[in-house]
């Protein structure tokens, strides 16, 4: 997967999140990747934000060793090299809504909760499964169990009230740049000698 795998994954949900409310009859909803503003959103209300607020490296997931990668040139020859093992990011990413009416804010988050989690394997969005070549390209989201004090900590940080949000987590596979070439072994020569 190449550098703008995390923009594909934003607006590859976003555009879902957008689809599946039209199509429940939850109309006028704006599917946005901003940061929690009640003043900013006043324009765009009703709205749903996916927003990424957070990026760090799977330590679990790390892969270290260098692998093996055959391709072929602009005429046509094959050649090998050892591309630099992959960095593993997991996003992390705040769903909420804002809406008029309380009534309304609720319904939206809680068919975008659903919609989540009916598609949580995010390798299957069109959008995104040309990047998903290999197993090990599986981009999967999660809902993270966030505790109230993390919750009232994030809030803070954003200097915004507290309020009915989903924490989630999708992990993704950034290929390196980096390659080493390398040419195979061709031909061996032994030099035996006897000794008298």
């Not at 429940?24 to 749903?48: F, H, S, T, W």
Request: aromatic content about 8%.
């Amino acid at each position: 997967m190449n550098y703008n795998v995390i923009q594909l994954v934003t607006t590859s949900v976003l555009s879902l999140l957008k689809e599946d409310l039209k199509r429940n009859d939850i109309k006028g909803v704006n599917c946005l990747n901003r940061q929690p503003n009640a003043q900013n959103l006043a324009g765009e209300m009703p709205c749903c934000l996916f927003y990424l607020y957070g990026i760090s490296e799977n330590q679990e997931l790390k892969e270290r060793d260098p692998y093996q990668v055959r391709d072929k040139d602009a005429d046509g020859n094959t050649y090998e090299f050892l591309r630099e093992a992959p960095i593993k990011l997991d996003l992390n990413y705040l769903l909420c809504t804002y809406a008029e009416d309380i009534d309304m804010e609720q319904k939206i988050l809680g068919r975008c909760i659903l919609t989540l989690y009916d598609n949580s394997e995010l390798s299957r969005l069109d959008d995104l499964k040309k990047l998903a070549k290999h197993p090990s390209d599986r981009i999967g989201m999660r809902m993270l169990p966030i505790s109230r004090e993390e919750q009232v900590r994030f809030w803070s940080s954003l200097r915004e009230p507290m309020r009915p949000a989903a924490f989630y987590e999708v992990t993704v596979r950034m290929e390196s740049e980096r390659q080493r070439k390398f040419r195979r072994v061709e031909e061996r020569v032994l030099d035996i000698h006897q000794k008298e």
